[in-house]
């Protein structure tokens, strides 16, 4: 890092100029050395400050991407290829502007003499609390390579996993905003000329006829307020879903959904599973792993759970007490925890179970597809039954009488 500084001489006289180091305490050091009284030191901001800003928006780093990235370094690092050099020739060929960025300033701390994992830290957005102490426990244990290599097994599973979530649920998302926007039209364009024959005939018609018609003319009028209060609502809950109230009731809520519930519940043992076993096999402690995990688990209600057994193992318990005391942790998964700590397999066990659990969430996720396939058919065929039955039978049965 550079430092623009300002300091006195030993004849009084003031000095400007930038040094190079890795803390500003680093560079009032260097600046005593060479007989200079440090007045003030500040990190000068860099040229591709503000092009990381923008790109750090508009661009981001996801989980392929991280997932290249961590396949990439392990292969370079196996072949004996320095750090520094390894990042910098990733940082070349990658086509994210926002990770070539990172990339570079990585290569620039490493260089400087900062550990990997600490020039990883400092990019708390791109690289999580899980990544960095896998990689801190390989620098430490001097099995770097083989810490990125879980890593890399590790973040690939994960995205297998939400692979197959995003998969399951972009099908139903389309056709329901499909079918919702074709309704909108209809509702908004077509219900009203259809139903002003029915209006000029003056003749007696169900209430249920009567509450389309009105619906039609108030759409074909106030579409545009309707539109807006939608738009508006739609963006307000998502709003509300960032916020920490809002993320912790629709966590709760997600979890009480029917088929849902259970479907995101081994999500969560999955996640729990695999990422803790990944963090023991990487020599992290018990205690520090459970609360790295509580962190990436995805859901408070778990968090809390993994943190209060975290806390239970630290004072000299086990884990699987505080599973078995709650109903989101199947019974199962609790007692293959204590045979795990009983026998000292406990990261064997966790694997197999994030295995099992990974299957479970891979056939529910197919057989959601399933599910969701006639409950569609079923909607949609509720509201053309109700067009048919409240407009176009009046319309026949008038016309059959005249």
Avoid at 80 to 88: G, K
């Amino acid at each position: 890092m550079k430092f623009v500084f300002k300091g006195k001489d030993k004849d009084g006289q003031i000095r400007e100029g930038v040094v190079e180091a890795m803390s500003e305490e680093a560079g009032a050091r260097i600046l005593e050395k060479n007989g200079l009284v440090p007045i003030s030191i500040i990190r000068r901001k860099e040229p591709l400050a503000l092009l990381k800003g923008f790109s750090s928006i508009w661009e981001g780093v996801n989980q392929r991407e991280q997932l290249v990235f961590f396949q990439q370094l392990s292969t370079l690092i196996e072949g004996r290829m320095p750090i520094v050099s390894s990042l910098r020739t990733i940082a070349e060929q990658t086509e994210n502007q926002y990770l070539r960025i990172i990339l570079r300033e990585m290569g620039d701390d490493v260089d400087d003499g900062m550990s990997l994992s600490d020039a990883m830290e400092k990019h708390p957005k791109v690289f999580s609390s899980l990544t960095i102490n896998m990689l801190r426990a390989g620098e430490v244990s001097g099995t770097l390579q083989k810490s990125i290599s879980v890593i890399s097994n590790n973040i690939e599973k994960n995205y297998q996993l939400a692979s197959k979530i995003k998969g399951a649920l972009y099908y139903p998302m389309f056709v329901l905003l499909v079918a919702f926007i074709i309704g909108f039209l209809v509702i908004t364009f077509v219900l009203p000329k259809i139903t002003l024959m029915i209006k000029d005939l003056h003749v007696p018609i169900p209430w249920y006829t009567a509450a389309l018609i009105a619906i039609g003319d108030f759409m074909s009028a106030y579409w545009w307020a309707v539109l807006l209060v939608l738009v508006g609502t739609i963006i307000g809950l998502i709003y509300y879903a960032q916020t920490e109230s809002g993320k912790k009731e629709w966590e709760l809520i997600l979890l009480k959904i029917p088929v849902i519930g259970k479907l995101a519940k081994n999500i969560y043992i999955t996640r729990f599973a695999e990422n803790l076993s990944a963090l023991l096999d990487g020599g992290i402690p018990v205690v520090r792993a459970l609360l790295i995990v509580s962190d990436v688990i995805g859901n408070q209600v778990f968090e809390k759970i993994v943190r209060r057994a975290a806390e239970e193992v630290k004072t000299g318990g086990t884990m699987s007490t505080v599973f078995m005391r709650t109903n989101e942790f199947p019974p199962m998964v609790s007692q293959m925890i204590r045979i795990g700590e009983e026998t000292g397999t406990l990261s064997d066990v966790l694997g197999s179970t994030g295995k099992f659990y990974n299957q479970e969430v891979d056939t529910m996720t197919r057989n959601l597809t399933s599910l969701i396939e006639p409950i569609l058919i079923v909607f949609l065929g509720i509201g053309v039954g109700i067009l048919v039955v409240g407009v176009l039978m009046p319309i026949y049965n008038i016309a059959g009488q005249l």
